[in-house]
């Protein structure tokens, strides 16, 4: 009870922050929506495999990744607010009062990952106009899911953060680790088409899991196996980085 | 109200040549009454503020005890936490939000339901003086302001213990008159003021007892008084203008002089009970002797020479 009071506490001075300052949407939509408007065209070829017949059949194959891969970097950047926070001394003001440790923790995620869903209804919506169509309750899971993904990539960059505590040496590893870990899920063009040997590389990452999920939801398939296996790949790990997050955190903190 | 009993911690760090231990805190012992504003002394690295994050929980011990508004700081440390406010050097807001804004979060992060905490957050308003600038955003603040919601902030749920880190380094002498006002304020309404300083004037005005620490031992504890006192009563310097030889002769067995030295060639340094009545027998004694003194001058121990004396070396230069 405590721990939800003071999550939603935190929760909304973290929001109430993203609203004063906001062009970090601006920065956050600009790169997606430059993929949107000048790399889904490319597509149209690439994905005849696929099976996409039309224009419409792209985007409904391309903008599921765009979601996952937005989620993904809006999370693994996560970090750095944290530490930040730490920085500027936020925390160990908190610290002294009996707030919980958990809810700082908690309610931060919960603003990034807030801030992630704005990102992707604002993608969704553009992607409207181009033929992108989704029924109701596959894009609602489809947006389920994303909540969890974007849940997990928080948790996994707040761990990174607070084992290494530098925002330096942060921006570089982040990098490091990103880049193949968002290919290698498929996110730019579907794992369908790639060799067999990147295929089965791809079973260990989990984000390909959950790209073959969403996308698999996007082309209205709501009963595909790979939507409960990639849910459940996620929900099992995002439960248990963020887990790990709130305990290295608390130790870190108490 | 705090009572601390060999407090210690030591800090590893990597060297090249493998890790070496280095004792921040080392045994401290000292007991603060209730409302009083209790100052702790030292220069940078003495250990002050490892001492002071212990006391505020934020910092495990290593060892030792210390109960804090009678409760254990090592066996409950979330219990203190009620009893406390903290204020560190500098920061703990956020550039974006209002005072008011913050000061209703810190209420709401100590438990009070919302309306309480509002409340609270224009009550600390206008006891800090900050009204006017209440909605404004916290990184608009000048230094003072910023100081003094700084404090606002560790006060608003009313603990019986304030820690403040260093409450007026930084600022110009003017937000230093202010805040040590806003301090005694708090003293008034009952609150025991605990806070470092590396100011002797900080230490001799504003405390009402301090201990001085150096390498995390404290080296000396009283009131100021006390302990400027303790070292030598007051101090006579004699300007003679010329050899010192006649009027060493003159003084040296005197019972009111305590201790002599020269001072230079031409001048005596004379340790003294008590320095206004010493004067007047001094320049008697000197004129009955035929010697000629040029000036004469009134020289009381400061902090800085109890600081001095206990460790060998100057607050001012380290």
Same mark, same amino acid.
């Given at each position: 009870?405590?721990?939800?009071?003071?999550?939603?506490?935190?929760?909304?001075?973290q929001?109430?922050?993203?609203?004063?300052?906001?062009?970090?949407?601006?920065?956050?939509?600009?790169?997606?929506?430059?993929?949107?408007?000048?790399?889904?065209?490319?597509?149209?070829?690439?994905?005849?495999?696929?099976?996409?017949?039309?224009?419409?059949?792209?985007?409904?194959?391309?903008?599921?990744?765009?979601?996952?891969?937005?989620?993904?970097?809006?999370?693994?950047?996560?970090?750095?607010g944290l530490l930040a926070e730490v920085r500027m001394g936020i925390l160990?003001?908190a610290?002294?009062?009996?707030?919980?440790?958990?809810?700082l923790?908690?309610?931060r995620?919960?603003?990034?990952?807030?801030?992630?869903?704005?990102?992707?209804?604002?993608?969704?919506?553009?992607?409207?106009?181009?033929?992108?169509?989704?029924?109701?309750?596959?894009?609602?899971?489809?947006?389920?899911?994303?909540?969890?993904?974007?849940?997990?990539?928080?948790?996994?960059?707040?761990?990174?953060?607070?084992?290494?505590?530098?925002?330096?040496?942060?921006?570089?590893?982040?990098?490091?680790?990103?880049?193949?870990?968002?290919?290698?899920?498929?996110?730019?063009?579907?794992?369908?088409?790639?060799?067999?040997?990147?295929?089965?590389?791809?079973?260990?990452?989990?984000?390909?899991?959950?790209?073959?999920?969403?996308?698999?939801?996007?082309?209205?398939?709501?009963?595909?196996?790979?939507?409960?296996?990639?849910?459940?790949?996620?929900?099992?790990?995002?439960?248990?980085?963020?887990?790990?997050?709130?305990?290295?955190?608390?130790?870190?903190?108490? | 109200?705090?009572?601390?009993?060999?407090?210690?911690?030591?800090?590893?760090?990597?060297?090249?040549?493998?890790?070496?231990?280095?004792?921040?805190?080392?045994?401290?012992?000292?007991?603060?009454?209730?409302?009083?504003?209790?100052?702790?002394?030292?220069?940078?690295?003495?250990?002050?503020?490892?001492?002071?994050?212990?006391?505020?929980?934020?910092?495990?011990?290593?060892?030792?005890?210390? +109960?804090?508004?009678?409760?254990?700081?090592?066996?409950?440390?979330?219990?203190?936490?009620?009893?406390?406010?903290?204020?560190?050097?500098?920061?703990?807001?956020w550039?974006?939000?209002?005072? +008011?804004?913050?000061?209703?979060?810190?209420?709401?992060?100590?438990?009070?339901?919302?309306?309480?905490?509002?409340?609270?957050?224009?009550?600390?308003?206008?006891?800090?003086?900050?009204?006017?600038?209440?909605?404004?955003?916290?990184?608009?603040?000048?230094?003072?302001?910023?100081?003094?919601?700084?404090?606002?902030?560790?006060?608003?749920?009313?603990?019986?213990?304030?820690?403040?880190?260093?409450?007026?380094?930084?600022?110009?002498?003017?937000?230093?008159?202010?805040?040590?006002?806003?301090?005694?304020?708090?003293?008034?309404?009952?609150?025991?003021?605990?806070?470092?300083?590396?100011?002797?004037?900080?230490?001799?005005?504003?405390?009402?007892?301090?201990?001085?620490?150096?390498?995390?031992?404290?080296?000396?504890?009283?009131?100021?008084?006390?302990?400027?006192?303790?070292?030598?009563?007051?101090?006579?310097?004699?300007?003679?203008?010329?050899?010192?030889?006649?009027?060493?002769?003159?003084?040296?067995?005197?019972?009111?002089?305590?201790?002599?030295?020269?001072?230079?060639?031409?001048?005596? +340094?004379?340790?003294?009970?008590?320095?206004?009545?010493?004067?007047?027998?001094?320049?008697?004694?000197?004129?009955?002797?035929?010697?000629?003194?040029?000036?004469?001058?009134?020289?009381?121990?400061?902090?800085?020479?109890?600081?001095?004396?206990?460790?060998? +070396?100057?607050?001012?230069?380290?």
């Amino acid at each position: 009870m405590k721990l939800l009071r003071d999550t939603w506490l935190l929760f909304q001075r973290q929001i109430l922050l993203m609203w004063r300052t906001p062009m970090w949407l601006f920065f956050a939509i600009a790169q997606p929506v430059t993929y949107l408007f000048l790399f889904t065209p490319f597509l149209q070829k690439a994905l005849v495999p696929m099976g996409a017949a039309s224009m419409k059949d792209v985007y409904n194959i391309y903008v599921p990744g765009l979601l996952v891969v937005m989620c993904f970097y809006t999370g693994l950047f996560a970090g750095f607010g944290l530490l930040a926070e730490v920085r500027m001394g936020i925390l160990e003001r908190a610290r002294v009062t009996p707030v919980s440790r958990s809810a700082l923790l908690l309610g931060r995620a919960a603003r990034d990952v807030a801030s992630m869903l704005v990102q992707c209804a604002l993608i969704t919506v553009m992607s409207f106009p181009f033929g992108l169509t989704v029924p109701l309750p596959n894009l609602l899971f489809a947006y389920v899911l994303l909540t969890v993904i974007g849940l997990m990539a928080t948790a996994i960059s707040y761990d990174i953060a607070l084992t290494i505590k530098n925002e330096g040496a942060l921006g570089s590893l982040l990098n490091t680790i990103g880049q193949p870990i968002a290919l290698l899920a498929g996110v730019l063009l579907p794992l369908a088409i790639a060799p067999v040997w990147i295929q089965k590389l791809a079973l260990l990452n989990p984000f390909s899991w959950a790209t073959n999920s969403v996308r698999a939801l996007f082309w209205g398939s709501l009963s595909d196996p790979v939507v409960w296996q990639g849910t459940a790949v996620v929900t099992v790990l995002a439960v248990i980085t963020v887990i790990l997050s709130t305990r290295l955190y608390s130790r870190n903190v108490s | 109200m705090i009572e601390i009993k060999e407090l210690r911690k030591s800090y590893r760090s990597k060297r090249r040549n493998g890790t070496t231990t280095v004792d921040a805190v080392n045994g401290v012992d000292l007991s603060v009454a209730e409302g009083e504003i209790f100052g702790f002394l030292g220069p940078n690295g003495a250990g002050k503020t490892t001492t002071l994050r212990m006391l505020a929980t934020l910092l495990a011990p290593d060892s030792g005890q210390a +109960r804090i508004a009678g409760v254990d700081l090592l066996a409950d440390p979330a219990g203190v936490r009620r009893h406390i406010g903290y204020v560190a050097q500098g920061g703990g807001t956020w550039d974006e939000v209002t005072a +008011r804004e913050e000061l209703v979060l810190q209420g709401r992060m100590h438990g009070l339901a919302k309306a309480e905490a509002q409340q609270r957050a224009a009550e600390a308003l206008a006891a800090f003086q900050l009204d006017e600038y209440g909605d404004r955003w916290c990184k608009t603040y000048s230094g003072g302001q910023r100081r003094r919601l700084d404090i606002a902030l560790g006060v608003v749920h009313r603990p019986k213990v304030l820690f403040l880190d260093e409450p007026t380094a930084g600022l110009d002498p003017q937000s230093r008159a202010h805040m040590w006002e806003e301090v005694r304020r708090l003293r008034a309404e009952g609150m025991t003021v605990f806070l470092t300083t590396h100011y002797l004037d900080e230490a001799d005005s504003l405390c009402d007892r301090i201990a001085i620490i150096d390498h995390g031992r404290i080296v000396a504890e009283g009131t100021p008084d006390q302990l400027k006192q303790q070292i030598s009563g007051n101090v006579v310097v004699v300007g003679l203008g010329g050899p010192t030889a006649q009027a060493e002769t003159l003084l040296k067995d005197k019972p009111y002089v305590l201790k002599l030295e020269t001072e230079g060639e031409d001048a005596l +340094r004379l340790y003294v009970d008590a320095g206004e009545t010493a004067i007047p027998q001094v320049m008697r004694e000197l004129t009955d002797g035929g010697v000629a003194l040029s000036t004469i001058a009134l020289h009381r121990p400061s902090l800085d020479d109890v600081f001095l004396t206990k460790t060998g +070396r100057s607050l001012r230069e380290s």
